[in-house]
C-alpha cells in the first residue's frame, strides 16, 4: 500500500494534516518554536485579535480543575495593527497557513478588524471568536443567540476576500441551530468548541479563585461534551467542522474526526506535551496504515453510518 | 529550551514537607542560569491529573556532571505526585525558562535574602558570585529550625550566613525582616539584593532596600500553563507598563522597583 495521507483541504485552505491549534493556546505562532516543529501542524490560529488593544482581566486567570483547567484570560492582545506590524511578520516566513482568530464589543468590531487584515499579506482565513460578551445586548455571547451569530457572519462576510470559519461557543441549548444559522449567514467553516463558563472558589479566602470570578474550562474533562457537539453540528450542515475541545492523543483526535470533523484543533494539549502534533500525526498515519485507509479523509463522519 | 525525560539521581525529604530532587539533563544544565526555572510533569505519561506542568526554579546546576536540581515544598496534588519518583525514573522536564537574575559585574558584596522554600532560586545565585570573588551576604528565614533551608551548598558560598527563625530554635529569633533591620549595616554596604519568599517578605525587603538605597531584584510566582508566553495565563502588575507583564518570560525575576506585591499576609 502507498503510505497514508494526511492531507485536508478545508474551506479553500490545504493543509499537510488536520492538527490545527486552537486560538489563545499558541500565541502568536512563535512563542513555541522551537519546541513545535511546523511541519507538524496544518494551519496555525493565532490569539484572539480586536480592533484596539485589550489589557485583559486581573490575575489570578488560570487555575488547574479534575482533568482540565479554567481560564479567564480576558482576551489580552495588542489590537490588530500591532499584529499586523509586529506579529504576522514574524510568522509569514514560514510555510504555514495562518487563520486570524478575531473577537469584538459590538457586531460592527468584527469588520472592522476585517477592514485592517485585508490589507495585510499572509493570512489563510479568519476565524470569529463569538463567545464574548457582546456590550450592547447586555453582555450576552453573540455566540448564544443564532440571529445574532449570523448577524456577526454576515458582517464579516459581506467585506471578508479570504474564508470565514465561525467558532461556537457551547453554552448554548442546541447548538445545531447555531450552526445553521452561520451557514445559512454564509460561513465557509465552522469549529467547534470554545470553553465551557465554569468557576471554583477558594475554600481558604471564600472568594472565586478567578481574577474575573467565571472563565472557561477547557482539557480533556470537556471531551465528551465536545464530541457529541461535533458530531450533531457536522451531520446538520455542509460547510467543513474543526473539531476541538481536550484533544490530548492521536485516540481523541480521531474520535472527533469519526464524529465528523474535517480537522481539529489543540489547546491545552500543547501546554502539557509540547510534541502533541508529532505525536498525533504519527499515531494517525501508523493506524492508518495497519487498517489499511489511504486518505484521512475517509474517516471523516465514517462513525455516523 | 526543550523537553527532555530527564533520570532520577535523587528525590529525597531534607526537611519535613520539602524535598530535593536531582535530575540529568545535560542539555538543560549547559543552558540554565540561576533564577531561571522548569515546567516538570508530575504524574506518569498518560494520566490528565494532574494535568499541566508545575514550574519549579533551579536550585542548582553543575555542568560538568550535567545535573540539575530542584527544592520543593509539597504543596498539592502536583507536588505530592512528584514525591513518588525514584532514582531511575524519569521526570518530563522542559527548561531553560524565564530570564533570570542579573548577576553585578562587580565584586562587590551582594546580599541573599530568602524567605522559606523561596531560597530555591537563590542557592546557584550564591555559589555563581562566591565563585565569581563576591561577598555573599545571606538572610535565610523560615518558621522554625524545621522548615529553615539552610543547604550546605548556600552555606559554603555565603560569607557570612544569617538565620532567622520565628520561633528562635534556630538563629536570631524572630522573622526575616525584623533580621534585616537588625543587620541593616551590612545591607546598606552590598551592591546588589536578591530576593524571593511569600509576597509580604518581600514587599518588605524591596522597601527596606530602596530605604537602605541598593538595587534589588526578587523572583515572582504564579500559576502557570504554557511557560513560554503564549497562553498569557502567568500574568502579573509591574510599574514598567500600562499592560500586564508574563511570569514566565518577561520574568520569573523582575527589578524589585517596577514589580507590584501584596503586602498583606
Ligand atoms: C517561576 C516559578 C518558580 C517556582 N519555583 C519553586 C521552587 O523552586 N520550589 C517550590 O517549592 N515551589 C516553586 N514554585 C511554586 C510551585 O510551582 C507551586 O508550589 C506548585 O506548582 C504547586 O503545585 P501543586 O500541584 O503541589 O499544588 P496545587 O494543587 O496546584 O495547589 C497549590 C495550592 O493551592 C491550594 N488550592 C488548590 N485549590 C484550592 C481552592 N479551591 N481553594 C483554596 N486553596 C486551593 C492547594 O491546597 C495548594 O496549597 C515556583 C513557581 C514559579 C511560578
Ligand atoms: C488559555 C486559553 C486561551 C484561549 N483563548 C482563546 C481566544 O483568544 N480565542 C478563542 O476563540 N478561543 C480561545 N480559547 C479556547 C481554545 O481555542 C479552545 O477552543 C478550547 O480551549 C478547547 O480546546 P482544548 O480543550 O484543546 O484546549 C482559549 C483557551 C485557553 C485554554
Ligand atoms: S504561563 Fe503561559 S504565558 Fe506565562
Redesign the pocket.
Same mark, same amino acid.
Given at each position: 500500500m502507498k503510505n497514508p495521507s494526511l492531507k485536508v483541504a478545508l474551506c479553500g485552505l490545504s493543509l499537510r494534516t488536520p492538527i490545527m491549534t486552537a486560538s489563545g493556546t499558541f500565541?502568536y505562532g512563535l512563542?513555541y518554536h522551537p519546541l513545535v516543529d511546523f511541519a507538524d501542524l496544518g494551519a496555525v490560529v493565532v490569539k484572539g485579535t480586536t480592533l484596539e488593544p485589550w489589557l485583559g482581566n486581573r490575575p489570578p486567570r488560570?487555575l488547574e480543575t479534575p482533568s482540565g483547567m479554567l481560564n479567564a484570560i480576558g482576551l489580552e492582545n495588542c489590537g490588530v495593527e500591532a499584529f499586523i506590524h509586529d506579529k504576522l511578520p514574524k510568522l509569514t516566513p514560514y510555510d504555514l497557513p495562518i487563520v486570524v482568530n478575531i473577537a469584538g464589543r459590538t457586531v460592527d468590531e468584527y469588520p472592522q478588524v476585517i477592514e485592517h487584515l485585508e490589507k495585510a499579506q499572509g493570512i489563510a482565513a479568519y476565524e470569529l471568536n463569538i463567545s464574548c460578551p457582546n456590550v450592547r445586548q447586555g453582555g450576552m455571547a453573540f455566540g448564544t443567540d443564532p440571529e445574532t451569530a449570523a448577524s456577526v457572519t454576515r458582517a464579516a462576510k459581506a467585506i471578508a476576500s479570504r474564508p470565514v470559519i465561525v467558532k461556537l461557543s457551547p453554552n448554548v441549548t442546541d447548538i445545531t441551530a447555531i450552526a445553521q444559522a452561520v451557514e445559512a449567514a454564509g460561513a465557509d467553516a465552522i469549529s467547534l468548541v470554545n470553553t465551557f463558563v465554569g468557576m471554583a472558589i477558594d475554600i481558604h479566602k471564600r472568594r472565586p479563585v478567578l481574577g474575573n470570578k467565571i472563565g472557561g474550562l477547557s482539557g480533556p474533562c470537556i471531551r465528551p461534551l465536545a464530541v457529541r457537539m461535533v458530531w450533531q453540528v457536522a451531520q446538520a450542515v455542509r460547510v467543513p467542522v474543526i473539531g476541538m475541545g481536550g484533544i490530548d492523543s492521536w485516540q481523541s483526535a480521531l474520535e472527533f474526526i469519526l464524529a465528523g470533523a474535517d480537522a481539529v484543533g489543540i489547546g491545552t494539549a500543547f501546554?502539557v506535551n509540547p510534541g502533541i502534533a508529532r505525536d498525533i500525526n504519527q499515531g494517525l498515519l501508523d493506524y492508518m496504515q495497519k487498517e489499511g485507509i489511504d486518505s484521512i479523509s475517509q474517516l471523516v463522519g465514517a462513525a455516523w453510518k | 529550551m526543550i523537553t527532555c525525560q530527564a533520570k532520577v539521581i535523587l528525590n529525597r525529604e531534607v526537611k519535613p514537607g520539602y524535598y530535593l530532587l536531582r535530575l540529568v539533563s545535560p542539555e538543560i544544565a549547559r543552558k540554565a542560569l540561576p533564577g531561571q526555572f522548569a515546567l516538570l510533569r508530575c504524574s506518569t505519561k498518560d494520566l490528565t491529573d494532574p494535568l499541566l506542568r508545575r514550574p519549579l526554579s533551579f536550585h542548582n546546576v553543575t555542568k560538568e556532571q550535567g545535573e540539575i536540581s530542584f527544592l520543593y515544598q509539597v504543596k498539592g496534588k502536583g507536588t505530592k505526585e512528584l514525591t513518588r519518583f525514584v532514582p531511575g525514573d524519569t521526570v518530563d522536564t522542559m527548561g531553560p525558562l524565564g530570564k533570570g537574575f542579573q548577576l553585578e559585574p562587580t565584586k562587590g558584596p551582594i546580599a541573599i535574602i530568602a524567605g522559606g522554600v523561596g531560597v530555591a532560586p537563590l542557592v546557584y545565585l550564591a555559589c555563581m558570585a562566591h565563585d565569581k570573588g563576591n561577598t555573599v551576604y545571606t538572610f535565610l528565614g523560615a518558621r522554625s529550625t524545621e522548615s529553615l533551608l539552610a543547604d550546605p551548598d548556600l552555606v559554603r558560598a555565603s560569607t557570612r550566613f544569617f538565620a532567622a527563625t520565628d520561633d528562635g530554635t534556630e538563629g536570631f529569633c524572630g522573622n526575616i525582616i525584623e533580621l534585616l533591620h537588625k543587620e541593616t549595616n551590612h545591607l546598606a554596604t552590598c551592591t546588589a539584593a536578591y530576593i524571593c519568599g511569600p509576597e509580604p517578605v518581600m514587599a518588605a525587603a524591596v522597601s527596606l532596600c530602596a530605604k537602605v538605597g541598593i538595587p534589588c531584584q526578587v523572583s515572582l510566582e504564579?500559576t502557570?500553563? /504554557? @511557560?513560554? @508566553?503564549? /497562553?498569557? @495565563?502567568?500574568?502579573c502588575r509591574t510599574t514598567r507598563s500600562h499592560n500586564y507583564s508574563?511570569? /514566565?518570560?518577561e520574568g520569573p525575576v523582575f527589578d524589585g522597583r517596577e514589580v507590584i506585591l501584596d503586602e498583606k499576609p
Open positions: 500565541g512563542e488560570i501546554f | 504564579s502557570m500553563a /504554557c @511557560g513560554v @508566553g503564549a /497562553c498569557l @495565563g502567568c500574568t508574563r511570569v /514566565c518570560t
